[in-house]
């Protein structure tokens, strides 16, 4: 496991390079495939509707897998995660018109956890059309 | 309707072993569009000190979500799952999956509340590889929302 950040070189609030994730309706349907979560809610807009929403909208796992990239682009290594929950607070929702949406990550060093176990706390943040869609959105990544 | 309490604590026998294939891993990553070649390439992996690619860190939750399905549809819990949505999720690592893993999974109803006529449904799947070796912990949190009245 070698991560290509030091934990000697991040202090509390150190911040990791912020990125933008476009979703698709065709990005759901290979997510879909690739996970074997074939739920119709997250590709199917007749279903989507009669169940109460107002469209398509991405898995929970998707827009999870999505924002801790910012993390594992960061450490190069993505074995250097050590624990990563979120909270799903708001659905992102996929229209389809040849554009979908878009997640939107920030994230920074909360805290150093353990100076031999060179162990960070990172805090996520995820938008989508300017709404907050994680959260409790937190990692646990060792640091070389 | 409030779920049986007497579930908490209930463990459910281990999945069938689950083998995690190099191409299954890059289907994955592809699908969320992540090229890190850590996923794909194994002499990359080998460089990082893993013995094959390893699995982005949300691709055990396919194994551990199945696994939560023994509790979720089992009929004498009771839940409505067509009411359920997902709360929380988290995963506790000692170290990332990787090809070539069998995996099995345990599951076990951590708690069962009631929270304004949802019911909110703990489940913890321990991941273990062919060793018997701990890999990693899921913490789902579900949630059936409360039937409308009438």
């Known amino acids: 496991m070698t991560a290509k950040i030091a934990y000697a070189d991040v202090e509390v609030g150190t911040e990791l390079p912020a990125q933008t994730f476009p979703v698709t309706r065709d990005a759901l349907v290979r997510y879909a495939g690739a996970s074997g979560d074939f739920n119709p809610i997250h590709w199917n807009e007749r279903f989507a509707v009669e169940v109460g929403l107002d469209d398509v909208i991405a898995h929970g796992m998707f827009t999870m897998a999505e924002a801790i990239r910012v993390v594992t682009d960061w450490t190069g290594d993505p074995g250097a995660v050590r624990e990563y929950g979120v909270r799903f607070t708001r659905q992102v929702v996929v229209p389809d018109d040849g554009v979908g949406a878009s997640i939107e990550v920030t994230a920074q060093v909360a805290k150093k956890l353990d100076d031999d176990a060179r162990t960070v706390r990172v805090d996520l943040v995820a938008k989508s059309g300017g709404q907050k869609v994680l959260g409790m959105s937190r990692a646990v990544v060792v640091l070389a | ?150």
């Not at chain 2, 949802?118 to 929302?145: C, I, P, Q, W």
């Open chain 2, 1 to 150: 309707m409030a779920l049986d309490q007497s579930f908490v604590g209930r463990t459910y026998p281990p999945t069938r072993p689950y083998e995690v294939g190099r191409e299954k891993i890059r289907e994955f990553a592809e699908s969320i569009g992540d090229t890190n070649p850590a996923y794909t390439d194994p002499a990359a992996a080998a460089a990082l000190g893993h013995p094959d690619v390893i699995a982005p860190p949300t691709f055990v939750f396919a194994i551990t979500f199945k696994a939560a399905g023994l509790v979720i549809e089992d009929p004498q819990l009771g839940l409505d799952y067509t009411r359920v949505v997902h709360g929380d999720q988290k995963f506790v690592y000692v170290r990332p999956v990787c090809a070539g893993d069998v995996l099995t999974v345990s599951s076990r109803v951590e708690s069962i509340k009631s929270l304004a006529g949802n019911d909110v449904l703990d489940v913890r799947g321990d991941v273990h590889d062919a060793a018997g070796e701990l890999v990693v912990t899921a913490y789902t949190k579900l949630v059936a929302r409360a039937a409308e009245e009438g």
